[in-house]
C-alpha cells in the first residue's frame, strides 16, 4: 500500500464551499448564515489571518467593494468581477455579505501567526546543529502546513516546492504534488492545478503506490469536471467509487453526486446502463430499499439489464408514472472506503438525482424535466465545481432527452412530443431549433403540419460526408502554404 499520505491535512476545501455559499445568490438565509459562522468559527481557531484579510478587509478584501474602505462590513457586487483564481462566486446578482472586518481581532491573529512562524523557525535551526537532514525536513514540512493552514497561498506553494527540490522519497514528492493541486483548487486556480496533474501523473508512472495512483485518479477527474471535460471525467470519477480514500478532496457524498452526473451527461446509454444505473456504489445510494440492502450486500454486480443495448420505444413511456422514491437523505459516512473520513457528512438529499437516472433510462421524459430542474436547484446551483458549468449541463441534458426520443422515430408529431416532454410547442420549437441549426440533431421542423422529420445519415454517407470536410480543410491549408513559399522564393529573388 506504501507510506501514509502527509500534507493532506491542509488546505480544508469544505472551507473554500462555505466561503462560495456565503457568496452565491442561490443559497438560502439559512445556508448563509450556517457558512459565516462556520467561516468565523475556523478562522479564529487555526488564526487564519491572511486569509481573513483576503476575504475582509474594507479595502483589499475580495468580499468587499472597490474603494470602500469607510465600511466596517464586507460586501460583494457584481460590478467588480473578481479574478479568475477568486475563491468566491461570480456572474450573478449583487449581494451583501454580512462579514464583518474586525481589525483587533486580525491583529491578534497576526501576532500568534508570528509567535508560531519563531517557533518552526527555532525547530529548524536546532534540527540544522543538533539533527540530521530528516529533521530539518519535518521542520520545513511544519512551516508549509502552517501557511496551507492559513490560506497564505504564494508563500504555501514556495515552502511545498522547496521541501520538493530537498525530498527524494517518491511517495513524498506526490503528497507535496497533491498539496500543491488542493491549494490551486482552494483558490480556483484551474492553470495551477492543470501543470501539477501532469506532474502528479509523471511521478505515479514512475512508481507510485496504489493509494497514491487512485488518489491521484480522484483529483484528475475533479479538475477535469471543473473545466467542463466531463466526457474525460466520467471514468475516472465513476472508478473512484469503489476505492476512494481522498476524503481532503472531497466528503464520498459529493463524489457520488459528481459521478452521477458526469456519467449521465457523457455515456453512451449502454455505459450509462451498466456504470451508473446499475453500478452497485451508486445503487447502494439512489436505489430503493431493496437495490440498496443488494448493493451493500454485494448481491447486485451489472443488474439483469446490463446488455441492453437498445432505447426504450418511447411509444411504450408512460408520462403519468412516477419513479420509484428514492431515499430522502443518505449519510455516506460508512461508505466507499475503510478510512474513516474526519467529520461526520451531513445527510444529502438524493431524490432529485435519483428521479434524474432513473426518468432518463425508462424514457419518463416529464419527469426527467422535473428531476432536471430539481438537479439544477439542489446540486448545480449550490456547489462550487458545479455552478460555473449549470447552464451548460442543463442544455446539454435536454439535449440528450431529445436525442433519445427522436431516435426511435422517422417522424413525431410536435404537438406529441411537446406533451411527452411536458413543455409547451413554442418552447420545444424554439429549443430543437438551436441544436438542429448547431447539427447536435439530425432532424428538421415542418411547423405548418406540426411535425419532426429525422434524417439521420447512415454510415457510408456520413463517412463520404467526413472525408469531403476534412479533403476540402486539407486542400486549403496547402493553398495558403504554396502562397507562403511562392512568396518567401520572391523575397529571395
Same mark, same amino acid.
Given at each position: 500500500?506504501?507510506?501514509?499520505?502527509?500534507?493532506?491535512?491542509?488546505?480544508?476545501?469544505? $472551507?473554500?464551499?462555505?466561503?462560495?455559499?456565503?457568496?452565491?445568490?442561490?443559497?438560502?438565509?439559512?445556508?448563509?448564515?450556517?457558512?459565516?459562522?462556520? $467561516?468565523?468559527?475556523?478562522?479564529?481557531?487555526?488564526?487564519?489571518?491572511?486569509?481573513?484579510?483576503?476575504?475582509?478587509?474594507?479595502?483589499?478584501?475580495?468580499?468587499?467593494?472597490?474603494?470602500?474602505?469607510?465600511?466596517?462590513?464586507?460586501?460583494?457586487?457584481?460590478?467588480?468581477?473578481?479574478?479568475?483564481?477568486?475563491?468566491?462566486?461570480?456572474?450573478?446578482?449583487?449581494?451583501?455579505?454580512?462579514?464583518?472586518?474586525?481589525?483587533?481581532?486580525?491583529?491578534?491573529?497576526?501576532?500568534?501567526?508570528?509567535?508560531?512562524?519563531?517557533?518552526?523557525?527555532?525547530?529548524?535551526?536546532?534540527?540544522?546543529?543538533?539533527?540530521?537532514?530528516?529533521?530539518?525536513?519535518?521542520?520545513?514540512?511544519?512551516?508549509?502546513?502552517?501557511?496551507?493552514?492559513?490560506?497564505?497561498?504564494?508563500?504555501?506553494?514556495?515552502?511545498?516546492?522547496?521541501?520538493?527540490?530537498?525530498?527524494?522519497?517518491?511517495?513524498?514528492?506526490?503528497?507535496?504534488?497533491?498539496?500543491?493541486?488542493?491549494?490551486?483548487?482552494?483558490?480556483?486556480?484551474?492553470?495551477? =492545478?492543470?501543470?501539477?496533474?501532469?506532474?502528479?501523473?509523471?511521478?505515479?508512472?514512475?512508481?507510485?503506490?496504489?493509494?497514491?495512483?487512485? +488518489?491521484?485518479?480522484?483529483?484528475?477527474?475533479?479538475?477535469?469536471?471543473?473545466?467542463?471535460?466531463?466526457?474525460?471525467?466520467?471514468?475516472?470519477?465513476?472508478?473512484?467509487?469503489?476505492?476512494?480514500?481522498?476524503?481532503? $478532496?472531497?466528503?464520498?457524498?459529493?463524489?457520488?453526486?459528481?459521478?452521477?452526473?458526469?456519467?449521465?451527461?457523457?455515456?453512451?446509454?449502454?455505459?450509462?446502463?451498466?456504470?451508473?444505473?446499475?453500478?452497485?456504489?451508486?445503487?447502494?445510494?439512489?436505489?430503493?430499499?431493496?437495490?440498496?440492502?443488494?448493493?451493500?450486500?454485494?448481491?447486485?454486480?451489472?443488474?439483469?439489464?446490463?446488455?441492453?443495448?437498445?432505447?426504450?420505444?418511447?411509444?411504450?413511456?408512460?408520462?403519468?408514472?412516477?419513479?420509484?422514491?428514492?431515499?430522502?437523505? =443518505?449519510?455516506?459516512?460508512?461508505?466507499?472506503?475503510?478510512?474513516?473520513?474526519?467529520?461526520?457528512?451531513?445527510?444529502?438529499?438524493?431524490?432529485?438525482?435519483?428521479?434524474?437516472?432513473?426518468?432518463?433510462?425508462?424514457?419518463?421524459?416529464?419527469?426527467?424535466?422535473?428531476?432536471?430542474?430539481? =438537479?439544477?436547484?439542489?446540486?448545480?446551483?449550490?456547489?462550487?465545481?458545479?455552478?460555473?458549468?449549470?447552464?451548460?449541463?442543463? +442544455?446539454?441534458?435536454?439535449?440528450?432527452?431529445?436525442?433519445?426520443?427522436?431516435?426511435?422515430?422517422?417522424?413525431?408529431?410536435?404537438?406529441?412530443?411537446?406533451?411527452?416532454?411536458?413543455?409547451?410547442?413554442?418552447?420545444?420549437?424554439?429549443?430543437?431549433?438551436?441544436?438542429?441549426?448547431?447539427?447536435?440533431?439530425?432532424?428538421?421542423?415542418?411547423?405548418?403540419?406540426?411535425?419532426?422529420?429525422?434524417?439521420?445519415?447512415?454510415?457510408?454517407?456520413?463517412?463520404?460526408?467526413?472525408?469531403?470536410?476534412?479533403?476540402?480543410?486539407?486542400?486549403?491549408?496547402?493553398?495558403?502554404?504554396?502562397?507562403?513559399?511562392?512568396?518567401?522564393?520572391?523575397?529571395?529573388?
Amino acid at each position: 500500500m506504501g507510506s501514509d499520505p502527509q500534507y493532506a491535512k491542509y488546505p480544508d476545501l469544505s $472551507l473554500a464551499q462555505h466561503i462560495f455559499t456565503l457568496t452565491n445568490s442561490y443559497s438560502t438565509p439559512v445556508s448563509r448564515q450556517t457558512s459565516l459562522k462556520k $467561516l468565523q468559527d475556523v478562522i479564529s481557531e487555526h488564526k487564519m489571518a491572511p486569509l481573513y484579510r483576503y476575504l475582509a478587509h474594507p479595502t483589499d478584501g475580495c468580499l468587499n467593494t472597490a474603494g470602500e474602505s469607510s465600511t466596517r462590513k464586507a460586501s460583494f457586487s457584481s460590478s467588480r468581477r473578481p479574478p479568475t483564481t477568486s475563491i468566491i462566486s461570480g456572474r450573478r446578482p449583487s449581494i451583501d455579505v454580512e462579514f464583518p472586518w474586525d481589525e483587533e481581532l486580525y491583529e491578534k491573529l497576526k501576532a500568534d501567526n508570528e509567535a508560531e512562524l519563531e517557533t518552526f523557525q527555532k525547530e529548524e535551526e536546532e534540527a540544522a546543529e543538533k539533527a540530521g537532514e530528516t529533521e530539518i525536513q519535518a521542520a520545513r514540512g511544519k512551516r508549509a502546513e502552517f501557511w496551507s493552514r492559513v490560506g497564505e497561498k504564494d508563500k504555501a506553494l514556495s515552502s511545498y516546492e522547496a521541501i520538493f527540490e530537498k525530498t527524494g522519497i517518491l511517495g513524498t514528492r506526490i503528497d507535496l504534488v497533491l498539496a500543491i493541486i488542493r491549494t490551486g483548487i482552494f483558490f480556483n486556480d484551474k492553470l495551477l =492545478v492543470k501543470k501539477n496533474i501532469e506532474r502528479a501523473k509523471t511521478l505515479v508512472e514512475s512508481g507510485g503506490d496504489w493509494d497514491r495512483r487512485n +488518489r491521484l485518479k480522484a483529483y484528475q477527474g475533479l479538475h477535469l469536471l471543473t473545466v467542463r471535460s466531463y466526457s474525460l471525467a466520467a471514468p475516472l470519477l465513476l472508478d473512484s467509487l469503489s476505492t476512494f480514500t481522498s476524503y481532503e $478532496l472531497c466528503s464520498y457524498s459529493s463524489l457520488v453526486v459528481y459521478s452521477v452526473l458526469a456519467g449521465s451527461v457523457s455515456l453512451k446509454r449502454v455505459d450509462f446502463k451498466s456504470k451508473v444505473v446499475d453500478a452497485p456504489e451508486i445503487r447502494a445510494i439512489l436505489g430503493d430499499g431493496e437495490d440498496k440492502l443488494a448493493a451493500l450486500s454485494g448481491a447486485v454486480a451489472a443488474g439483469p439489464g446490463a446488455g441492453d443495448e437498445e432505447m426504450k420505444d418511447a411509444s411504450n413511456t408512460n408520462t403519468s408514472a412516477t419513479p420509484t422514491p428514492a431515499p430522502t437523505a =443518505v449519510n455516506l459516512t460508512a461508505l466507499g472506503s475503510s478510512t474513516a473520513p474526519q467529520e461526520l457528512e451531513a445527510p444529502v438529499d438524493f431524490t432529485p438525482l435519483a428521479g434524474l437516472v432513473r426518468s432518463l433510462y425508462m424514457g419518463n421524459y416529464s419527469a426527467f424535466f422535473l428531476a432536471l430542474a430539481a =438537479v439544477e436547484e439542489n446540486f448545480l446551483s449550490q456547489d462550487r465545481y458545479l455552478y460555473e458549468h449549470r447552464g451548460w449541463f442543463v +442544455r446539454e441534458m435536454r439535449l440528450r432527452g431529445y436525442q433519445q426520443l427522436l431516435q426511435s422515430y422517422r417522424v413525431v408529431g410536435l404537438g406529441s412530443m411537446a406533451k411527452d416532454f411536458g413543455i409547451s410547442v413554442d418552447f420545444l420549437d424554439r429549443d430543437l431549433a438551436k441544436f438542429i441549426a448547431a447539427d447536435r440533431i439530425p432532424c428538421t421542423i415542418d411547423r405548418v403540419n406540426g411535425i419532426i422529420e429525422t434524417n439521420r445519415p447512415d454510415d457510408k454517407n456520413k463517412q463520404y460526408s467526413d472525408v469531403v470536410k476534412q479533403g476540402d480543410s486539407l486542400i486549403t491549408k496547402l493553398q495558403k502554404y504554396g502562397q507562403a513559399v511562392r512568396l518567401r522564393g520572391s523575397e529571395r529573388g
